[in-house]
């Protein structure tokens, strides 16, 4: 099918049984409203339908027979690969994971080497000391003691959980947390022109998605059909667009937006660098954007200038997460400039695989190559991101187990 | 998956699948009362749900803004009608008063449709039970236990009681664990809010 993904990019298996890790635990549910989901920091992209909704739907798309609701799937995908790319590409969302990760590395409230002497789990430690470790009362005493420590630090997370926050990582990463919140606000906030940075980073999605998939022809009725259906923060963007440039939307969108995202605050920058394409004198976009962006310094509100992912990496070298995917850009092995992987869809069909966590509702695989071992790791970071793990659940579960043990510590004591 | 635009169009499309369904089902609904019931319950679910706005956490989600039913979203609709008709059947002429009956009617399928919608994992017994409760009231375990397995079809005590377990343990998509049933202060369960 013209314009779509290619899917077996998507489809390599990977083999998910594991004795120790059920990685399927790792999968987030979606709100039902909710298609599709890129996780930037794990760098996974998430849909909202079973393996075998998914496996119908390619089987469909391989004989050519797409139904309407397989059509909206592969645009979904494509909307998510598109911001695997705008993170891969584009300084500010590169910087943006990286600063988020700095955080989470250097934040939790649980830690290996921390046992108060005091608490329960510390005195039992101290106790454990002067056993053999073969013994069976160590052996019981350990259990405990980890049972102990589960508890301590379920006391931590809860006293570290915002308000109203019932997961497990929410509590146990409050500064990682705080700052995704403040980043919310943020990237929501909207200006004068009505654009928000989370409107260009949507916006350029939706749209990316519909002239790959479509290309130019009719491009503004099918995203007004689409935009009718979507809430404003996708749509912003588009209709700021057209009301600037009209009949040069499908032109100049996602060329203005790919520059305004190498900027530290793209939705200042959208507006003067679209005006700048638009004046451009050869009113050929090929030509027109590396003149506008050779001077994007010197445009009014631009801001400062991040540049490309690949310009951004040096300063955090700790997140390592798309280094292979970058070294590809840096050697030009994806056939493009960053810029233009961004700025024309068609430079999509020259990158050989996306790398990046493929999951489903119940089911997983590694695009691209991803080994498995990888794919796994980074499903635990993003189940960490997107809250995955209930803490009320782990309460509970705890308190059963400390509950039992309780039990057995009477039986034993009272010879029953 | 079918996507709706409006409010409106998505209820008329919860309405037609009740009435649509094979009327040697339990799940086929025809008695307008209950329909309207049934339509006002999930409306006010949605309306609620629909307000309570979630964190992205960084992550960059496509989501709709119109309606839509899913397909794993049926059985849960098949389940709210099955105890809806069945309530109906068993409040007949000298039970509950026909106000009572719809006004239970809407709060039980509010009560699901909700909990259905924030992540709740629930199963057509389960639902059954629910529904059970919150439309006979506050019962002694003993007494549910006997009616519902009575009443429901197929249903043992067992099979009650196993449900009743399961609705105090209800886990919702941020993480909140639940309880949709309760003992209150006389001992009696009664199905909860949530």
Redesign the interface.
Same mark, same amino acid.
């Given at each position: 099918m013209a314009g779509s993904p290619d899917l077996s990019t998507y489809m390599a298996e990977i083999d998910n049984t594991d004795n120790t890790i059920d990685a399927h635990e790792f999968i987030k549910c979606l709100r039902p409203d909710q298609l599709g989901l890129f996780e930037p920091l794990s760098g996974i992209l998430l849909l909202n339908v079973s393996e075998d909704e998914f496996q119908a739907m390619a089987a469909r798309w391989s004989k050519n027979e797409c139904t309407d609701s397989d059509i909206d799937l592969i645009r979904t995908i494509n909307h998510e690969t598109y911001h695997f790319m705008q993170t891969v590409c584009s300084g500010y969302m590169y910087k943006r994971q990286c600063a988020a990760f700095s955080i989470f590395n250097g934040d939790s409230v649980l830690s290996d080497d921390a046992v108060p002497a005091d608490s329960a789990s510390g005195q039992l430690l101290k106790a454990l000391e002067g056993l053999e470790t073969a013994s069976p009362e160590y052996q019981r005493l350990s259990a405990v003691t980890k049972l102990l420590r589960q508890h301590e630090d379920l006391g931590k997370i809860a006293a570290n959980a915002a308000p109203g926050d019932n997961s497990y990582f929410g509590g146990a990463f409050p500064k990682f947390f705080a700052h995704l919140a403040a980043l919310e606000l943020a990237e929501n906030e909207t200006n004068e022109d009505g654009l928000s940075i989370l409107s260009i980073i949507e916006g350029t999605a939706v749209a990316h998605a519909q002239l790959l998939m479509g290309g130019t022809v009719g491009f503004e009725a099918r995203m007004e059909a689409e935009c009718s259906t979507l809430p404003p923060v996708y749509s912003a963007l588009y209709r700021v667009t057209q009301g600037l440039c009209g009949d040069r939307t499908s032109e100049l969108l996602l060329p203005a937006a790919s520059m305004a995202l190498m900027c530290e605050r793209p939705d200042r920058a959208y507006i003067p660098i679209l005006r700048a394409l638009i004046d451009a004198p050869s009113h050929d976009v090929q030509q027109d954007a590396p003149v506008v962006a050779d001077r994007l310094d010197s445009l009014p509100g631009v801001g400062t200038v991040l540049g490309f992912a690949v310009d951004v990496r040096s300063q955090y070298p700790d997140y390592l997460v798309y280094k292979p995917v970058l070294d590809q850009i840096e050697s030009n092995a994806w056939g493009a400039h960053p810029f233009w992987l961004l700025a024309d869809p068609a430079t999509m069909n020259g990158v050989p695989s996306f790398p990046m966590g493929f999951l489903t509702r119940d089911g997983f695989r590694g695009g691209g190559g991803l080994d498995r071992d990888i794919l796994i790791a980074r499903m635990f970071l993003m189940s960490v991101v997107l809250r995955v793990r209930s803490r009320r659940r782990t309460e509970k579960a705890v308190r059963e187990q400390l509950g039992a043990w309780a039990q057995g510590v009477l039986v034993r004591l009272t010879g029953g | 998956?079918q996507?709706f635009?409006t409010q409106n169009e998505f209820l008329n499309a919860l309405s037609t699948h009740w009435q649509s369904q094979p009327s040697t089902t339990a799940a086929h609904t025809t008695d307008a009362a209950i329909l309207d019931a049934l339509r006002a319950g999930v409306q006010q679910a949605d309306t609620d749900v629909r307000q309570e706005e979630?964190? &992205?956490? =960084?992550?960059?989600?496509? &989501?709709? =803004?119109?309606?839509?039913i &899913?397909?794993?979203?049926l059985p849960v609709l098949d389940a709210i009608s099955v105890g809806a008709a069945a309530a109906a059947a068993a409040f007949g002429p000298g039970g509950m008063t026909a106000v009572a009956v719809v006004a239970a009617v809407s709060g039980f399928a509010s009560l699901c449709w909700k909990a259905w919608?924030k992540?709740a994992s629930l199963s057509p017994d389960e639902v059954a039970v629910l529904g059970f409760l919150k439309l006979h009231g506050p019962m002694a375990l003993e007494d549910l236990k006997k009616m519902a397995a009575a009443q429901l079809d197929g249903f043992s005590e067992d099979r009650v009681e196993l449900s009743l377990k399961s609705l105090r343990?209800v886990?919702l998509?941020?993480?909140?664990?639940v309880d949709l049933v309760r003992i209150d202060e006389s001992g009696r369960w009664r199905a909860r809010p949530i």
């Open positions: - | 998956m996507k635009t979630q964190s &992205r956490d =960084g992550a960059l989600g496509l &989501r709709i =803004g119109g309606w839509i &899913r397909p794993e979203d919608r992540g343990d886990e998509l941020n993480g909140d664990l």
